[in-house]
């Protein structure tokens, strides 16, 4: 036992020995050696091609970034700068290596840019610039029934609305309505209605930094959103629509039958929850159940995505393998697992298609495809230059899903998931003696709790700044919650699903359904049990894109590379922490039409001024950390009104005014530091900072910093930017 203590004590002590002196021996080895043979070890193991789409991301930030439209001359400046780059790489790439990668990567950065430039360009539609009602006349283009009435897509051919664009952008006025519950309509995809409407523009940020629904409609080809009023008249086309127009409505009619099949089948919201997972409609949902969801971190199973196309997709092939591995001539004659393979590929086209073939949808039938694609060709499936292919190729069709949350968080989790694999799959493993069945099936419990663990904990750490930035969110429960959702979710909610889709058109899918409702019900009720938990949703402050921007450099380094050069890593992901620790908010938010402000008190925490709507309210208190909910009382704490306007105090500064009538401009313009108002001020106004009507028109919402008796003011919209979705009169 004593010469075992000491041969214990000697090992503990040459351990870190043994680690020093490697170290000491690196630290020999010159730095440049050290950094070519990491480059080596990168090229050796393909990781060139995730970092050129990496740069290919890199371009398309760029131009939207910069300050000028898109244009002809920029397209083709960009697409000549590419196309040259990557003649100059294939040519330099036997002569010299570091002049090609060079090359290279300007040509992706170039290519990025150019794929914006034309995507842009290409969505170009008619946008209203104002608000506007009156009489419209047009298709029904889609159709989703939700909680409060419906919601449609309208292809607008005649109307008398104040729209920019036509006679200049290809394309017809496209609008997203309401009709209202309570209002008959027996309307269907593919109609031609007239109808009275309340439009709007597309609303721009509440703040700077935070999402622009304006853009994402702009790429989506909205150039306006309000409501019905009243109920609207279909009557006969005056021309026949296209076929496009034919196919998408007949497609999202079917949707809507299916949605409401698989709805009343089960009921309640586990019948919503059921519907969105097959058809991707998720209108049923209602806003209580979307919150327990997320705040037990599994709103992730209603995003049709990566886990449901494996899942749809590997049940076809697996069961499909299994069908014809059950036929002894067949499974010795024919390539099963290619059929099988090529089956799981179209099961996940229609999937897609039928799901409303959204860019998280887009990137798992992309990687599905190439991973299947591999077995077709006897490659290795799994593998970061997958990924990044997948990702060229969205980012290709797509470039304005690169600053969307949707891809940043799927591809991170991805990107997380293979480099886990990897790394487990490099691990020495010791040998261990065969278990016996009992073993076998605890080993196979344990392997797979452990695995959704793990899965969960890497898809939370790759996931988590952009959660964080996108939505001043996070979850502590996460893991828990995927722990006891994922299993029904895998074993009983999606094989019901494809099961039922199967049968639905030989009217044999009630079963089906039912099985995945009572799933379904269960992942509900586990998450309603973890959203009551204590901290289960935690509200943090918005940071900045420079913190974003480091954090993002730390995944990306510790995913794709392969050499010491993951060590970089760490430094770069304690920056992104740190700058996003301790972020530089706003102590003024206001509102993009002026009838509301939040400010700052002395307390630290915003008191409000006005009514700038709870929408608009609830981003600001999430923007700042705030858990407080629209309507708490001491967010009008100090904060003294009357029917003219509010007046709170700024430290330092003196006050801020908001008016409401003109009578309140006289006095507050004479005394208050900062006045806002939704009315134009008058020329006379001296006070130092006016954002009244006409000036938040041409700025949009804004928020103010005071730092040592100096105002700093951030605006939605910058000169001299020229941005199509930010076109008003």
Same mark, same amino acid.
């Given at each position: 036992?004593?010469?075992g203590?000491?041969?214990? /004590? $000697?090992?503990?002590?040459?351990?870190p020995?043994?680690?020093?002196?490697?170290?000491?021996?690196? !630290?020999?080895?010159?730095?440049?050696a050290?950094?070519?043979a990491?480059?080596?070890?990168?090229?050796?193991?393909?990781?060139?091609?995730?970092?050129?789409?990496?740069?290919?991301?890199?371009?398309i930030?760029?131009?939207?970034?910069?300050?000028?439209?898109?244009?002809? %001359?920029?397209?083709?400046?960009?697409?000549?700068?590419?196309?040259?780059?990557?003649?100059?790489?294939?040519?330099?790439?036997?002569?010299?290596?570091?002049?090609?990668?060079?090359l290279?990567?300007?040509?992706?950065?170039?290519a990025?840019?150019a794929?914006?430039?034309?995507?842009?360009a290409?969505? &170009?539609?008619?946008?209203?610039?104002?608000?506007?009602?009156?009489?419209?006349?047009?298709?029904?283009?889609? @159709?989703?029934?939700?909680?409060?009435?419906?919601?449609?897509?309208? +292809?607008?051919?005649?109307?008398?609305?104040?729209?920019?664009?036509e006679?200049?952008? &290809?394309?017809?006025?496209?609008? !997203?309505?309401?009709?209202?519950?309570?209002?008959?309509?027996?309307?269907?995809?593919?109609?031609?209605i007239?109808?009275r409407?309340?439009?709007?523009p597309?609303?721009?940020?509440?703040?700077?930094?935070?999402?622009?629904?304006?853009?994402?409609?702009?790429?989506?080809?909205?150039?306006?959103?309000?409501?019905?009023?009243?109920?609207? +008249?279909?009557?006969?086309?005056?021309?026949?629509?296209?076929?496009?127009?034919v196919?998408?409505?007949?497609?999202?009619?079917?949707?809507?039958?299916?949605?409401?099949?698989?709805?009343?089948?089960?009921?309640?919201?586990?019948?919503?929850?059921?519907?969105? @997972?097959? %058809? /991707?409609? $998720?209108?049923?949902i209602?806003?209580?159940?979307?919150?327990?969801?997320?705040?037990?971190?599994?709103?992730?199973?209603?995003?049709?995505?990566?886990?449901?196309?494996?899942?749809?997709?590997g049940?076809?092939?697996?069961?499909?393998?299994?069908?014809?591995?059950?036929?002894?001539?067949?499974?010795?004659?024919?390539?099963?697992?290619?059929?099988?393979?090529?089956?799981?590929?179209?099961?996940?086209?229609?999937?897609?298609?039928f799901?409303? &073939?959204?860019?998280?949808?887009? !990137?798992?039938?992309?990687?599905? %495809?190439?991973?299947?694609?591999?077995?077709?060709?006897?490659? %290795?499936?799994?593998?970061?230059?997958?990924?990044?292919?997948?990702?060229?190729?969205?980012?290709? !069709?797509?470039?304005?899903a690169?600053?969307?949350?949707?891809?940043?968080?799927?591809?991170?989790?991805?990107?997380?998931?293979?480099?886990?694999?990897?790394?487990?799959?490099?691990?020495?493993?010791?040998?261990?003696?065969?278990?016996?069945?009992? /073993?076998?099936?605890?080993?196979g419990?344990?392997?797979?709790?452990?695995?959704?663990?793990?899965?969960?904990?890497?898809a939370?750490?790759?996931?988590?700044p952009?959660?964080?930035?996108?939505?001043?969110?996070?979850?502590p429960?996460?893991?828990?919650?995927?722990?006891?959702?994922l299993?029904?979710?895998?074993?009983?909610v999606?094989?019901?699903?494809?099961?039922?889709?199967?049968?639905?058109?030989?009217?044999?899918d009630?079963?089906?359904?039912?099985?995945?409702?009572a799933?379904?019900?269960?992942?509900?009720?586990?998450?309603?049990?973890?959203?009551?938990l204590?901290?289960?949703?935690?509200?943090?402050?918005?940071?900045?894109?420079?913190?974003?921007?480091?954090?993002?450099a730390?995944?990306?380094?510790?995913t794709?590379?392969?050499?010491?050069?993951?060590?970089?890593?760490?430094?770069?992901?304690?920056?992104?922490?740190?700058?996003?620790?301790?972020?530089?908010?706003p102590?003024?938010?206001?509102?993009?039409?002026?009838?509301?402000? &939040?400010?700052?008190?002395?307390?630290?925490?915003?008191?409000?001024?006005?009514?700038?709507?709870?929408?608009?309210?609830?981003?600001?208190?999430?923007?700042?950390?705030?858990?407080?909910?629209?309507?708490d009382?001491?967010?009008?704490?100090?904060?003294?009104?009357?029917?003219?306007?509010?007046?709170?105090?700024?430290?330092?500064?003196?006050?801020?005014?908001?008016?409401?009538?003109?009578?309140?401009?006289? =006095?507050?313009?004479?005394?208050?530091?900062?006045?806002?108002?939704?009315l134009?001020?008058?020329g006379?106004?001296?006070?130092?900072?006016?954002?009244?009507?006409?000036? @938040?028109?041409?700025t949009?919402?804004?928020?103010?910093?005071?730092?040592?008796? =100096?105002?700093?003011?951030?605006?939605?919209?910058?000169?001299?930017?020229?941005?199509p979705?930010?076109l008003?009169?």
């Amino acid at each position: 036992m004593i010469a075992g203590r000491i041969g214990a /004590g $000697r090992l503990a002590t040459d351990v870190p020995a043994r680690i020093l002196g490697a170290w000491r021996r690196w !630290r020999l080895v010159p730095l440049r050696a050290r950094l070519a043979a990491a480059a080596l070890l990168e090229l050796e193991r393909r990781r060139l091609l995730p970092w050129g789409a990496v740069l290919f991301g890199v371009g398309i930030l760029a131009f939207f970034q910069t300050q000028a439209g898109a244009s002809r %001359t920029g397209l083709l400046l960009a697409a000549a700068t590419a196309l040259a780059a990557a003649i100059g790489a294939l040519r330099l790439r036997s002569r010299s290596l570091a002049g090609g990668l060079v090359l290279a990567g300007v040509a992706f950065l170039a290519a990025g840019f150019a794929a914006a430039v034309h995507r842009q360009a290409a969505v &170009a539609a008619p946008v209203l610039v104002a608000p506007a009602g009156g009489m419209v006349a047009g298709f029904v283009e889609s @159709l989703e029934d939700r909680a409060g009435g419906q919601r449609l897509v309208l +292809r607008i051919e005649a109307h008398d609305l104040p729209v920019a664009g036509e006679g200049r952008f &290809a394309g017809l006025f496209r609008a !997203r309505v309401t009709l209202r519950g309570g209002v008959e309509s027996a309307l269907a995809p593919g109609d031609w209605i007239e109808a009275r409407v309340r439009l709007l523009p597309p609303p721009e940020a509440v703040r700077p930094g935070g999402y622009d629904f304006a853009k994402s409609a702009w790429f989506a080809g909205i150039g306006a959103v309000g409501g019905v009023v009243g109920a609207p +008249r279909v009557l006969p086309p005056p021309r026949p629509p296209g076929l496009g127009l034919v196919l998408a409505a007949r497609l999202d009619a079917l949707r809507n039958a299916v949605t409401a099949r698989i709805a009343q089948t089960v009921g309640g919201q586990p019948g919503a929850v059921a519907a969105a @997972l097959v %058809t /991707g409609k $998720r209108g049923l949902i209602t806003e209580e159940t979307n919150e327990v969801l997320r705040a037990a971190g599994v709103y992730h199973i209603v995003s049709i995505s990566g886990l449901h196309m494996v899942l749809a997709a590997g049940t076809v092939f697996f069961g499909l393998r299994a069908l014809l591995a059950a036929v002894p001539a067949l499974a010795l004659s024919w390539p099963i697992k290619k059929i099988a393979a090529a089956a799981a590929i179209l099961a996940g086209a229609l999937y897609c298609v039928f799901s409303g &073939a959204a860019v998280a949808t887009e !990137r798992a039938l992309i990687m599905t %495809t190439i991973v299947f694609g591999a077995v077709l060709l006897d490659r %290795t499936a799994l593998s970061m230059r997958n990924l990044a292919l997948a990702a060229l190729i969205v980012l290709v !069709r797509e470039p304005e899903a690169l600053v969307g949350p949707s891809f940043q968080m799927s591809f991170s989790a991805v990107a997380g998931l293979i480099a886990g694999a990897e790394w487990q799959a490099a691990r020495p493993r010791r040998p261990a003696p065969p278990p016996g069945r009992i /073993g076998r099936v605890l080993r196979g419990v344990r392997n797979g709790l452990a695995g959704i663990v793990v899965t969960t904990l890497i898809a939370t750490a790759a996931t988590g700044p952009f959660a964080a930035f996108h939505f001043q969110v996070a979850n502590p429960y996460g893991i828990l919650g995927n722990v006891l959702a994922l299993p029904l979710v895998t074993v009983l909610v999606m094989p019901a699903a494809v099961l039922g889709t199967a049968l639905a058109p030989l009217g044999l899918d009630t079963l089906a359904w039912l099985a995945m409702g009572a799933g379904v019900a269960q992942v509900i009720a586990f998450s309603e049990w973890v959203a009551g938990l204590p901290g289960a949703r935690v509200v943090v402050p918005a940071f900045g894109v420079p913190a974003l921007a480091l954090l993002v450099a730390a995944l990306l380094v510790a995913t794709i590379c392969v050499s010491r050069l993951r060590l970089l890593a760490v430094p770069l992901a304690a920056a992104g922490m740190l700058a996003a620790a301790d972020p530089d908010r706003p102590d003024l938010y206001v509102d993009r039409d002026g009838r509301g402000l &939040a400010l700052r008190a002395a307390d630290g925490r915003l008191v409000v001024l006005g009514e700038p709507g709870d929408f608009v309210l609830t981003q600001w208190l999430r923007a700042d950390g705030d858990p407080r909910a629209p309507d708490d009382p001491g967010l009008a704490a100090g904060v003294a009104c009357d029917p003219l306007g509010c007046v709170a105090p700024l430290p330092g500064l003196g006050a801020v005014a908001l008016v409401r009538e003109p009578g309140a401009f006289a =006095e507050d313009c004479a005394r208050a530091a900062i006045v806002v108002s939704r009315l134009t001020a008058p020329g006379w106004c001296a006070a130092p900072h006016v954002l009244d009507r006409a000036r @938040l028109a041409v700025t949009g919402a804004a928020t103010l910093r005071f730092r040592d008796g =100096e105002v700093a003011v951030d605006t939605v919209r910058r000169a001299p930017e020229t941005r199509p979705w930010l076109l008003r009169e």
